[in-house]
């Protein structure tokens, strides 16, 4: 885990396919998705974002989960499972790009590439507003906000062909910016966004539109 750069420490090594069929057997419980959280367990943690009430989660609740997390897996798992099916996923990814610690931050740009995945009816103005906050934050080198920071541009750029030439057009700015986390995030980007594979599926997802 540690080669992956998952925090080794306060951790059980339980595989997230057995965390899944426990979540399965128990259902949804909030109540016990918070006590699992607070116990500060890695796997516990992440067992609680699967087994918590998205409905019941509270903006004040997510702030405190936010402020705790110290691994890629859980803050991604966090965004994932639990904090996007909530009426303020929108504000929180907003939010939290401002933020200082390296995980609070990389929420926000994890949960903007899974909303650019999974809400299917929101406009595209509401991902217009997050390549702006992708262009500030892409400067930042710390290797897992960097790494969300491209993951949600590629993300949104591949949403639909409106959004992918904006993403495109972000992507091949960073690209050619003087700083090397930036100009790492624009040429990922790019690469992907062109690519034979993208441009195929966008195309048959104007075709469907029309």
């Not at 998952?6 to 965390?19: A, Q």
């Not at 390296?102 to 991902?127: G, N, P, Q």
């Not at 390549?131 to 790494?147: H, P, T």
Request: charged share 30%.
């Amino acid at each position: 885990m540690a080669r992956y750069g998952i925090n080794p420490r306060d951790n059980y090594g339980v595989s997230i396919k057995d965390l899944r069929s426990m979540a399965k057997k128990i259902g949804r419980d909030h109540g016990l998705a918070v006590r699992l959280w607070a116990s500060g367990i890695r796997d516990a943690r992440l067992l609680a974002t699967l087994v918590a009430e998205s409905g019941e989660l509270t903006s004040e609740e997510a702030e405190e989960m936010v402020k705790g997390i110290d691994s890629w897996d859980v803050c991604d798992g966090f965004c994932m499972n639990l904090v996007r099916h909530t009426d303020f996923a929108y504000s929180k990814a907003v939010e939290w790009s401002s933020r200082g610690p390296e995980f609070e931050k990389r929420a926000a740009f994890s949960l903007m590439s899974t909303l650019a995945v999974s809400d299917k009816e929101a406009s595209d103005s509401k991902f217009e507003e997050f390549l702006q906050l992708i262009e500030i934050a892409s400067m930042d080198e710390r290797n897992y906000v960097r790494k969300a920071v491209n993951w949600a541009l590629r993300s949104i750029g591949k949403r639909n062909p409106q959004l992918n030439k904006k993403a495109l057009k972000i992507a091949r700015k960073l690209a050619r910016s003087e700083n090397a986390s930036a100009r790492w995030v624009g040429r990922d980007a790019v690469k992907e966004l062109e690519s034979g594979p993208v441009r195929l599926r966008l195309a048959r997802k104007q075709q469907k539109r029309i």
